[in-house]
């Protein structure tokens, strides 16, 4: 199963299957909600443990997932755990951070321990512009008190049984709330809250094993059961099944920011055991096999950017990692980094005094918006450099990378130059079926004096 299954008819925005009650017959739930139309599910986690499990579910099933500790599930809460909660928030299936929050009814740890675990949590959706889902059984006002008032990510209210007053708080904000099986019981406060809350602010949800619905209430409740759910919801709005579950669909897709024009665009991304830095979507040549004239990005990453990432949002996606953790940190871009010298700088001295390896993909052209100064100060910053060749000579460089400059084949090679000068260890690139004579550059390159990697063609 893949996402390739979308469109749907439900989104079951929280869904436990990690829990030991579906080892036995997961696939079978999955089916089973698949064919009832449930086509969406988000799948948060309790704990460090959770959150790998939950990951590996999401990435073979095609499902999305949420890497988190519940404050009723601090017991291995550490820095070092967290670490590796935001290297899971890092991978293409990741779609929010949680479940995280505070729980003032079972009180399993101090209060200020709670506190302290959610806004770390809260720290890393700011940091990534992840979502964030929330628990908040009993400390619902607590929970308003120290979410920021104007997040720059959604927030999602899991199961939220807030009075109208808190309530009313929370939809000033902006937040979702997540409405449960438990809409359907008898006395519902959230069948009441229903009234309160624009519809566009609903999502629909299981918090399977738990709260399953009417008529199966006291049994394992699975995703297959949201249908139920959305219906509820559909009666207190005095609306069509069919208005009502498009509208939930639509509230899902923009709470978790998965509509295909507002999918997050990765910043940083793990990959083949190295950490890749997307700093700009701008380039300053236009070659025909570009991938990005294919596709929005790789291995299940969007890596297109609707707009310049701000400084802010690369250097807080930075800090989200740990450079040491990988073989190297690559600054590459869904464009050429160099167009943004000074992140660009900033962002690779970041991963470099934290202990990262640091290198640079570039197509070699900065000499033609760097001074020569600029560019070895730049270089500076980097343990190695890949550059694309892709050409013999000047006539071939403009043909297989048109909108370089007049002179980009003497700034590629005079870059080049430099990056012998200064000794930075540089491998050379080509793209079989690029366009280029494949023999000649491979010539050309021993001429350097430096490696050559022909690549194969996408």
Request: with cysteine; proline share 6%; aromatic share 8%.
């Amino acid at each position: 199963m893949n996402r390739s299954h979308w469109p749907g008819l439900f989104f079951d925005t929280h869904c436990h299957l990690h829990f030991d009650d579906f080892r036995p017959d997961l696939e079978s739930v999955v089916g089973r909600a698949f064919d009832a139309g449930v086509r969406g599910i988000l799948v948060p986690s309790i704990d460090l443990s959770s959150s790998v499990r939950s990951s590996s579910i999401a990435r073979d099933f095609g499902l999305w997932s949420a890497a988190g500790f519940h404050p009723n599930h601090l017991e291995e809460a550490t820095e070092q755990a967290f670490e590796k909660l935001a290297c899971l928030s890092l991978l293409p299936q990741a779609a929010a951070v949680g479940e995280t929050g505070l729980d003032f009814y079972r009180d399993r740890f101090p209060r200020d321990v709670q506190s302290h675990w959610f806004q770390k949590h809260i720290g890393l959706s700011n940091d990534l512009a992840l979502p964030l889902v929330v628990h908040s059984r009993g400390a619902e006002e607590a929970v308003l008190d120290i979410l920021p008032v104007d997040p720059g990510f959604p927030v999602v209210l899991h199961s939220w049984c807030g009075s109208g007053e808190v309530t009313s708080r929370a939809v000033k904000r902006g937040f979702f709330f997540g409405v449960t099986g438990a809409v359907t019981y008898r006395k519902s406060e959230m069948a009441r809250n229903l009234g309160l809350i624009p519809r566009e602010m609903v999502l629909a949800e299981t918090d399977a094993p738990f709260l399953s619905p009417t008529p199966h209430r006291g049994g394992r409740n699975e995703p297959s059961h949201t249908t139920l759910t959305a219906a509820r919801i559909a009666l207190e709005w005095d609306l069509s099944l069919s208005e009502t579950f498009s509208i939930l669909w639509e509230n899902s897709l923009r709470a978790f920011r998965l509509a295909p024009g507002d999918r997050r665009t990765h910043l940083v991304y793990p990959m083949d055991g190295k950490l890749y830095v997307n700093i700009t979507g701008r380039c300053n040549a236009s070659c025909g096999f570009c991938v990005r004239n294919r596709q929005d990005g790789l291995e299940g990453y969007n890596l297109r950017h609707r707009s310049e990432p701000s400084r802010e949002a690369v250097l807080s996606a930075l800090s989200a990692t740990d450079p040491a953790g990988y073989d190297e940190v690559v600054f590459c871009g869904y464009g050429e980094p160099t167009m943004r010298p000074d992140l660009l700088c900033e962002a690779a001295e970041k991963a470099g005094s934290a202990g990262g390896r640091t290198r640079l993909n570039t197509n070699g052209l900065c000499l033609g918006h760097m001074t020569l100064p600029e560019t070895e100060a730049m270089l500076g910053r980097f343990d190695r450099v890949s550059i694309s060749l892709n050409a013999s000579g000047a006539a071939e460089h403009a043909r297989v990378c048109p909108g370089a400059s007049g002179d980009g084949w003497e700034n590629l090679m005079g870059f080049i130059r430099l990056v012998k000068k200064l000794a930075i260890p540089a491998l050379l690139t080509a793209v079989e079926g690029s366009g280029a004579d494949t023999p000649k550059v491979v010539a050309l390159a021993e001429r350097l004096e430096l490696p050559v990697l022909i690549r194969g063609g996408q």
